[in-house]
């Protein structure tokens, strides 16, 4: 873990964003957080409770379609228990459409009870989307829009302006650059989130990385890996990447199996949900 520990996942322009995203959020009525199903609880950053404080709050759980459906339901049931009507949709299908922009263009404000007591029609409303890296936000504006108006991309740092999003003539959304927490107590949760595909790739201690997701799964999903490997999981992580790159064909230029390139494709077949579905938070 202590070459996780040096990451660096907060570059100076999060920092920035930080305080771009806290002017925009004062121009809306509410915020829609997107969390990540396959880690529910690490994928929300602490410091989104401080900048949110004091407005309507809508939780989205993204990917739920990779997630293991029966952890995910009872870690859902908790969000519940502490008040929240949670979310959770493939944000790629059509299907959070309707619902959401439902709820959202019915959801009470505060400007609303103005208008209200006034006898004024409602205003239309403003959402900011906020989330980590490669959650899926711009994936969800683009579901409720009905059109590719934000820009999705299977990599973290995609959206860097926040355009204000015409979803109807009551309802706008602002885009958000992903953000992750400036400091992680808990290590293990950068990890997941750098497992899952919420930090670029190039800045990532793979062996350490991979070493830390192998023995993820072994202890939870050891089956999932046998399966779809063919390898036994009795060795240490460094036998067991060896093995798959071997089974796999993969060889060095000296005849050797390669296997940082097996853990790089294991590393995106789980991202992709080619092991199954698999949660990380427990
Ligand atoms: N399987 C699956 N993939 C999804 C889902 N939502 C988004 N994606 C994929 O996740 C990747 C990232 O989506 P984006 O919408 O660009 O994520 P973002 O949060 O806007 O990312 P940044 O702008 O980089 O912070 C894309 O490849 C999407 O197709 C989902 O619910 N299920
Ligand atoms: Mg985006």
């Known amino acids: 873990m202590s070459e996780i520990n040096e990451i660096n996942w907060f570059p100076g322009h999060m920092k920035k964003a930080i305080g771009k995203i806290q002017e925009k959020i004062k121009q ?9 199903a396959r880690a529910p609880f690490s994928s929300f950053p602490d410091y989104l409770d401080r900048i949110t404080e004091g407005k309507v709050k809508v939780l989205v759980f993204s990917k739920s379609d990779l997630a293991d459906p029966s952890l995910f339901r009872k870690q859902l049931d908790t969000y ?3 008040g929240f009507e949670p979310f959770a949709f493939d944000l790629r299908s059509s299907k959070a459409s309707k619902p959401m922009i439902n709820y959202l263009s019915t959801l009470k404000t505060k400007a609303d009870e103005r208008y209200q007591r006034l006898g004024f029609p409602l205003p239309p409303k403003r959402f900011i989307v906020l989330g980590i890296p490669n959650v899926g936000k711009s994936t969800f504006i683009n579901c409720l829009a009905g059109k590719k108006k934000a820009e999705v991309e299977n990599r973290p740092g995609k959206t860097r302006a926040e355009p ?3 979803v109807s003539d009551k309802l706008f959304i602002f885009d958000a650059p992903g953000i992750l927490e400036p400091n992680y107590e808990d290590k293990t949760e950068i990890a997941k989130l750098a497992v899952l595909g919420s930090v670029k790739t190039e800045i990532l201690p793979i062996v350490a990385l991979t070493d830390f997701m192998m023995d993820y799964l072994k202890s ?6 046998k399966n779809r490997y063919n390898v036994s999981l009795e060795g240490n992580d460094a036998e067991i990447f060896k ?5 796999r064909g993969f060889l060095s230029n ?7 390139r097996a ?3 294991v590393l995106k ?13 427990e």
Not at 28 to 36: A, H, N, P, R, T
């Open 80 to 82: 519940k228990e502490k």
């Open 220 to 225: 939870h999903y050891p089956d999932n890996v």
């Open 263 to 265: 853990r790089l494709m």
């Open 164 to 166: 204000l999003i015409h």
């Open 28 to 36: 809306c009525d509410g915020v829609i957080e997107i969390g990540d």
């Open 269 to 281: 077949e789980l991202r992709a949900g080619e092991l199954g579905r698999i949660t990380l938070d």
């Open 254 to 260: 000296g005849g050797t199996p390669d296997s940082d």
């Open 243 to 247: 093995d798959i790159a071997s089974k």
